[in-house]
Nanobody, 116 residues
Framework: QVQLVESGGGLVQAGGSLRLSCAVS????????MAWYRQAPGKQRELVAS???????NCADSVKGRFTISRDNTKKMVYLQMNDLKPEDTAVYYC??????????WGQGTQVTVSS
């Protein structure tokens, strides 16, 4: 059973920074492309950033140049460094696989709230 535990969210003013962390247990993590997703109130969950097993990254256009995804395979961790945060970045952030089938059990997510 894979367990995903996200942390690092909080309340920050516009222009501020946060670093999110995701701990992955129970999976052959090193060979899995991972991603960060977010879900704002009343909206569908969307893909924010992804990283392959070899470290190639990609970001949604809305966060490109501001967010950076990284991973530590030895610690089974995925990170999301978020800079120059905007109110529209307010959402619950989750990690999971990039490619289907996703891990069946999503974590609790971590709330990011950006005030203007």
């Amino acid at each position: 059973q894979v367990q995903l535990v996200e942390s690092g969210g909080g309340l920050v003013q516009a222009g501020g920074s946060l670093r999110l962390s995701c701990a992955v247990s129970g999976s052959a993590f090193s060979f899995v492309a991972m991603a960060w997703y977010r879900q704002a109130p009343g909206k569908q969950r969307e893909l924010v950033a992804s990283i392959t097993s070899s470290g190639s990254t990609n970001c949604a256009d809305s966060v490109k140049g501001r967010f950076t995804i990284s991973r530590d395979n030895t610690k089974k961790m995925v990170y999301l460094q978020m800079n120059d945060l905007k109110p529209e970045d307010t959402a619950v952030y989750y990690c999971n696989k990039l490619n289907r089938p996703l891990f069946a059990s999503w974590g609790q997510g971590t709330q990011v709230t950006v005030s203007s």
